[in-house]
């Protein structure tokens, strides 16, 4: 079925040492070079404190709503565990859609390391960001800013200050940077999602028709700002 084709690549994929992996011409092969593939991992749903369940439904109508209008793309939704119930959901859900399991799946994993670590490559990676675009503060942000080192940051700001809720912004990532030297990453887009964490700015204070509007305008953001690199 379509679930056991994803679960058994996310076990692949994700199985970050095996060397003798039987998915090793599709991951890490001369097949990635001609698609263009975005890695990122879900907007919102850790620190911001959003709805397992309602982003689920999010991701998976939009990266649909995405996949129908180009080819020769790949979408692959990244978690830390293999226990993550974002990916689980999300994989559930896309099945239940029929979305191809070849055009969008999930991986286990550092999105900091998807090459060196997971035998992957991905040109493109999203960073679930602050609204000022800072370092630090945790999670993939925190994450992703340290990999990269300080010429992220540098670059994040000749294209932006802040960012709203909803929005993304596209920073190519100097070759210097060791992220791209490393791991092939040439950009990362940076999201806004909507925040449900009363600790945080722009709390929208359990406001879930605001919050999932605001969830759909960053995925679809993020999609679009995807398609016009390579477009
Ligand atoms: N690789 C892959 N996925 C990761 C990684 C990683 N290295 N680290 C975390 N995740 P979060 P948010 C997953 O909290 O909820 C920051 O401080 C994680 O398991 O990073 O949008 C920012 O500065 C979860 O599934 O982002 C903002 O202030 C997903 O990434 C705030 O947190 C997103 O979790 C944004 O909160």
Known sequence: TFTAELENKTEDQGSLNDENSSDRSFVGGSSCNDVHTLAFPSISTSDFQFDLEKASDIIVDSVSDFLNKFDSVRLVLVDLSDKSKILSLVRKKAAQKNIESNKFFTFVGDITQLYTKGNFRCNVIANATNWRLKPGGGGVNAAIYRAAGDSLEIATKERAETLSPGNSVVVPLPSSSPLHLREGVTHVIHVLGPNMNPQRP???????????KILHDAYSSLFENFASIFK
């Open 202 to 212: 722009n709390y929208l204070k359990n406001d879930y028709v605001e919050g999932c």
